[in-house]
Antibody
Framework: EVQLLESGGGLVQPGGSLRVSCAAS????????MSWVRRAPGKGLECVSD????????DYADSVKGRFTISRDNSKNTLYLQMNSLRAEDTAVYYC?????????????WGQGTLVTVSS | SYELTQPPSVSVSPGQTARITCSGD??????AYWYQQKSGQAPVLVIY???KRPSGIPERFSGSISGTMATLTLSGAQVEDEGDYYC???????????FGGGTKLTVL
């Protein structure tokens, strides 16, 4: 059974940093692209960032480019999102998601999400 | 940047057919995917590669595509189908993936 367990969310001040993690199990992590998707209060889903199976290719939403960094450790089956220069508008539930099939980015399995709140 | 456009809301009575559209220039070349998200829950993939249904998704969910528009159809919508629905696809370069703005489906 695929399991994706996010951690690291919490309250952070504007301008601060936070790293969220996603521990994966139940599948061969190194064979799948992974994504971070968020849903802000009153807004829709936004694909924040995604990363290829090897980690060699990454992409970011314009809203976070230059501030967020996605990475993965295939030896630890873990996905990361380093978030710097956080803004109030980054407040959201952040979901970790696994590609629905090998070599495909579209999410097929999701974690339950971790809440990030940016506020003073 | 690439955008996918959805209507903000769709409302039907139970048993009626609900159709949710998603328009995007690259849908002529790139596949569309559809997700359902109910309040307080993680999203669920209901249609992949334009028209394929994952195991466990009821047959009343179907997808189609025509030109630059993808459509999610719920034939005989039920109250439990209420929620937010999002399309997802890739820009023409294949390097940037986005969600549509989402459509709130009401069944009552």
């Amino acid at each position: 059974e695929v399991q994706l367990l996010e951690s690291g969310g919490g309250l952070v001040q504007p301008g601060g940093s936070l790293r969220v993690s996603c521990a994966a199990s139940g599948f061969t992590f190194s064979n799948y692209a992974m994504s971070w998707v968020r849903r802000a209060p009153g807004k829709g889903l936004e694909c924040v960032s995604d990363i290829s199976d090897s980690g060699g290719s990454t992409d970011y939403a314009d809203s976070v480019k230059g501030r967020f960094t996605i990475s993965r450790d295939n030896s630890k089956n873990t996905l990361y999102l380093q978030m710097n220069s956080l803004r109030a508008e980054d407040t959201a539930v952040y979901y970790c998601a696994k590609g629905y099939s090998e070599s495909y980015y579209a999410p097929g399995d999701w974690g339950q999400g971790t809440l990030v709140t940016v506020s003073s | 940047s690439y955008e996918l456009t959805q209507p903000p809301s769709v409302s039907v009575s139970p048993g009626q057919t609900a159709r949710i559209t998603c328009s995007g220039d690259s849908l002529t070349k790139k596949s569309a995917y559809w997700y359902q998200q109910k309040s307080g829950q993680a999203p669920v993939l209901v249609i992949y590669e334009d028209s394929k249904r994952p195991s466990g998704i009821p047959e009343r969910f179907s997808g189609s595509i025509s030109g630059t528009m993808a459509t999610l159809t719920l034939s005989g919508a039920q109250v439990e189908d209420e929620g937010d629905y999002y399309c997802y696809s890739t820009d023409s370069s294949g390097n940037h993936r986005v969600f549509g703005g989402g459509t709130k489906l009401t069944v009552l």
